[in-house]
């Protein structure tokens, strides 16, 4: 059965530092791993998406990699901001796209 | 465009009553999954909808969880005689394909 974890839990941070997220998963046989965003109250956006072939993705000021061998991946955040605050989750599926979850990282970023 | 909507926002019932969640999903996605978010527990998969196959039911915790998917659209999902550890926020998504999918708001449960 397939596991995800994310490191760390929270993490405080003052704004303008550059930080990173960790996932990892237990069953390398992945088809997509998926960071998203969840903002209190609210449903959840995706930020990027990688395919099992592929090492990275980019988008703005987030910057996520993938290492499917060693089961890992990091999103990195630069440059951050207090609107960058939210609880950061990621994802993989294993198949015909159901996704299976981390319990997430909670990000505040103080002014 | 229109998002996934999710009704009611927010529900509170008794404990040994039975609810009905209801989602819309973005129009022309073919696939609709329910997820369930307890507190401090990761998202956890309870039912996926594709097309007009069967549903992937593997992900319902117990007999009292069912869903409907009415004319490949809008999904119910049915929890009969509540217990408290029902009382969770129940997602909701769509996908156009086997990719992204993208999230309603969903539904916060509390069963008293």
């Known amino acids: 059965k397939q596991e995800v974890t994310q490191i760390p839990a929270a993490l405080s941070v003052p704004e303008g530092e550059n930080l990173v997220l960790n996932c990892s998963f237990t069953d390398s046989a992945i088809y997509n791993l998926q960071w998203f965003r969840q903002d209190p109250g609210k449903g959840l956006t995706s930020l990027l998406l990688?395919?099992?072939?592929?090492r990275e993705q980019t988008s703005g000021r987030l910057n996520a990699s993938l290492d499917k061998s060693s089961g890992r991946s990091t999103l990195y955040i630069a440059a951050s901001q207090p609107g960058d605050s939210a609880t950061y989750l990621c994802?993989?599926?294993?198949?015909?796209?159901?996704?299976?979850f981390g319990k997430g990282t909670m990000l505040l970023v103080s002014p | 465009g229109a998002g996934v909507s999710q009704s009611p926002s927010n529900k509170v019932t008794e404990k040994g009553k039975d609810v009905e969640l209801r989602c819309d999903p973005i129009?022309?996605?073919?696939?609709l999954y329910w997820y369930r978010q307890s507190l401090g527990q990761g998202l956890e998969f309870l039912i996926y909808?594709?097309?007009?196959?069967?549903?992937?039911k593997s992900g319902l915790p117990s007999d009292r969880f069912s869903a409907e998917r009415t004319g490949g659209s809008v999904s119910t999902l049915t929890i009969q005689r509540t217990q408290q550890e029902d009382s969770a926020v129940y997602l909701c998504?769509?996908?156009?394909?086997?990719?992204?999918?993208?999230f309603g708001p969903g539904t916060r449960l509390t069963v008293l």
């Open positions: 129009s022309g996605h073919t696939a």
């Open positions: 994802a993989v599926s294993s198949g015909y796209s159901t996704l299976t």
């Open positions: 990688i395919q099992s072939s592929q």
């Open positions: 909808f594709q097309g007009n196959s069967a549903p992937d």
């Open positions: 998504a769509s996908s156009p394909n086997t990719d992204t999918q993208y």
